[in-house]
């Protein structure tokens, strides 16, 4: 079945540091790709998303680029700010049946960003 | 303001008492599904609903239930909880799920549930 890896954590950051947060997929057929992102307290919300090969997803200075040839869709940011503190999922969704809707997720990554 | 509100948002309960966890959508959705967040293990399905009177099992089913008897509305109900259904549940909703699989899901903020 499908299954979603993300690099172990959690990331601890100096605030404007680059950050990276590995992901790697194993699916069927060819699946889109997103980001969740988790801010304390609070519901998952989507940070940004990539439906086919090559695609850049990027949101709120986070991009990612779904690479088949890796399966792989690392998330980057150039200069985290304080601000970004939370626990990012990569996620997967495969079409076909009754997976319509369904996102199978990685394990998280919980991210601090000291000052 | 488009939302999935999920109640209540703490519990704790002990072994075998029932309990409901409602969840509701003013999006007019026509998909809604419930998933547990537990650490180390991300989020995993554990049942989706693609209309009203259409409901089936995902990945971890075992012990819960589900009805979909309106559009709006996916409760969640656990007949007799145990200690291993201590989690963070989400609720989460999407308008027709499109064939290419991109379809966004809007989250509840969570109902972290402990059995003792």
């Known amino acids: 079945g499908d299954s979603v890896t993300q690099m172990e954590g959690p990331v601890t950051l100096s605030e404007e540091a680059f950050l990276t947060i590995n992901c790697t997929y194993t699916a069927t057929g060819y699946p889109s790709l997103f980001w969740y992102v988790q801010y304390p307290g609070e519901g998952l919300q989507l940070l940004l998303k990539?439906?086919?090969?090559?695609d850049k997803g990027s949101n709120k200075g986070f991009e990612a680029t779904y690479r088949k040839e890796t399966t792989s869709f690392h998330l980057e940011k150039g200069s985290v700010q304080v601000s970004d503190s939370a626990v990012y999922f990569c996620a997967l969704s495969n079409a076909g049946g009754t997976s319509y809707g369904k996102l199978t997720f990685g394990q998280g990554t919980i991210l601090t960003v000291h000052p | 303001e488009a939302q999935v509100t999920q109640n209540p948002r703490y519990l704790i309960t002990v072994t075998g008492k029932k309990l409901t966890v409602t969840c509701s959508q003013n999006m007019n959705h026509e998909y809604m599904s419930w998933y547990r967040q537990d650490p180390g293990l991300g989020l995993r399905q554990i049942y989706y609903?693609?209309?009203?009177?259409?409901?089936d099992k995902g990945d971890v089913p075992e012990g819960y239930k589900v009805s979909r008897k309106e559009k709006r509305n996916f409760p969640l109900i656990l007949e007799s909880p145990s200690p291993n259904q201590t989690s963070l549940y989400f609720c989460?909703?999407?308008?027709?799920?499109?064939?290419?699989?991109?379809?966004?899901?809007?989250f509840g903020a969570g109902s972290r549930l402990t059995v003792l």
């Open positions: 609903s693609m209309n009203v009177e259409v409901t």
């Open positions: 990539a439906t086919k090969a090559d």
């Open positions: 989460a909703s999407t308008d027709s799920p499109r064939p290419s699989g991109a379809n966004v899901l809007t």
